[in-house]
DNA sequence: AATTCATTTTAGTTTCATCTAAATTACAGC
DNA sequence: GCTGTAATTTAGATGAAACTAAAATGAATT
């Protein structure tokens, strides 16, 4: 583990991109536009990062870069990488889920007696 | 894990900090003393983050105040640091004991047949 | 209450990362 | 060759992070 990688998952734009490449690899163009807040030319900046962390690898195929996670290079950070994405999924559902189900009045805080 | 401490144990400088730190307490002038190339008012700002992050708790007493880093916070990450920590040292000592120990010429690289 | 020591905080500057828009490269099909 | 698609690269703008110097805080000592 050296200070690249570090520095690398320390931004959220590259780890919404290592994640997307964590399971299946990605063409360039698939990965930007899955990110409609930036430009491509932002995202393929970032990719070039990430790789030279030795966090993804390329490969060309026709006209396409596919890339995909080394999950290897994070060692045992990918298993805390990947439980926090597991948890903000968690978070995720659970509040819509709260969402769905509700019924009634809202929510009270806790009850205080009534001022004379 | 959250993305706090990913930043935080970025920057090298707060890694520094937290290295110092990790075994035993120190005092926060001791390490502003340890780093001679910023000022006591940078480090304090560093610690900050470090405390807003989870990665130290502050011990005051007397005038001074005491920190120590928070491994829990890191999970499975301490034990990569600690690697990064090892190997950085491992390698230090290495080049110094190659350079301690050697004798006679400087190393040779490869041998070439010497062109006719 | 004034002084000293340890530390934090503020305000301003510099440095660095990230972004955009436009230019450029690379590859394939016509 | 030219055209179109996929991606990278460049140059410049913007914002955030890290630093410095100086001022402010807090706790002990006189």
Redesign the interface.
């Known amino acids: ?3 690249a990688v ?2 690398a ?2 931004s ?1 734009r590259r780890r919404e991109i290592l994640r997307l490449v964590w399971n299946r690899e990605m063409a360039a163009g698939d990965i930007a536009a899955a990110m409609p807040d930036v430009t491509f030319g932002a995202v393929s900046l970032q990719l070039r990062a990430l790789q030279e962390a030795g966090l993804v690898v390329c490969r060309p195929d026709q006209k396409n870069r596919f890339y995909k996670a080394k999950r290897a290079t994070l ?3 990918a ?3 990947e ?2 994405w597991d948890d903000a999924l968690w978070r995720l559902k659970l509040a819509a889920q709260l969402e769905a189900t509700r019924r009634g009045p809202a929510p009270r805080r806790k009850h205080h007696k009534p001022q004379k």
């Open positions: 583990m050296e200070h570090l520095a998952i320390a959220p060692g045992l950070v298993k805390s990488l439980r926090m």
